[in-house]
């Protein structure tokens, strides 16, 4: 019944979600969300969760994080509500313009690129600093290059739009 409730609620408190995307965009959040609902019953829980980190070869997650990711939502998450999760989130974000202008700030010569180890200074000795697993994290995502830098315009694309521009 509970389950129920909740459908019904997040439905109704953003019926326009669907509103907020491409087509396109919402193919795509389904087929996530159809590959983190292992269980296939509509829902992504707690369990689904794990078997979705233990996929991407992280094991032993902790019930804590598990749950902490779970709370973010208003109540149990079908798709409308993870549709609604993930509109909420990128409307919070910035425009691509902004972040890339925010990069240029440590690349005056316009390289479109940063040194790893300049961009991990600053991000864990100024403003809201990283901690050095959150520059781990990014890293993972966004690897440097051979000669150790970081391809910010990469970045910024990926931040704003979700996806790796094709690498022509």
């Keep these: 019944m509970a389950p129920k409730k909740a459908k019904k609620k997040a439905e109704g408190a953003s019926s326009n979600v669907f509103a907020m995307f491409e087509q396109s965009q919402i193919q795509e959040f389904k087929e996530a969300f159809t590959i983190m609902d292992q269980n296939r019953?509509?829902?992504?829980?707690?369990?689904?969760?794990?078997?979705t980190f233990a996929a991407i070869g992280r094991i032993n997650v902790k019930n804590e994080e598990l749950e902490e990711m779970l709370k973010e939502a208003p109540g149990a998450i079908n798709f409308t509500v993870f549709l609604t999760m993930f509109g909420e989130k990128l409307k919070g974000s910035d425009p691509e313009e902004t972040i890339m202008n925010a990069f240029k700030i440590f690349d005056p010569e316009a390289h479109g690129h940063i040194r790893a180890d300049y961009i991990k200074r600053m991000l864990m000795t100024q403003a809201d600093k990283f901690s050095e697993e959150?520059?781990?994290?990014?890293?993972?995502a966004f690897p440097p290059d051979v000669a150790g830098n970081l391809d910010y315009k990469?970045?910024?694309?990926v931040i704003t739009h979700g996806e790796e521009k094709d690498q022509e």
Excluded at 41 to 51: A, E, T
Excluded at 134 to 140: K, N, P
Excluded at 154 to 157: E, F, P
């Design 154 to 157: 990469n970045l910024c694309y």
């Design 41 to 51: 019953d509509g829902f992504i829980d707690k369990q689904d969760l794990r078997d």
């Design 134 to 140: 959150e520059v781990q994290q990014m890293f993972t």
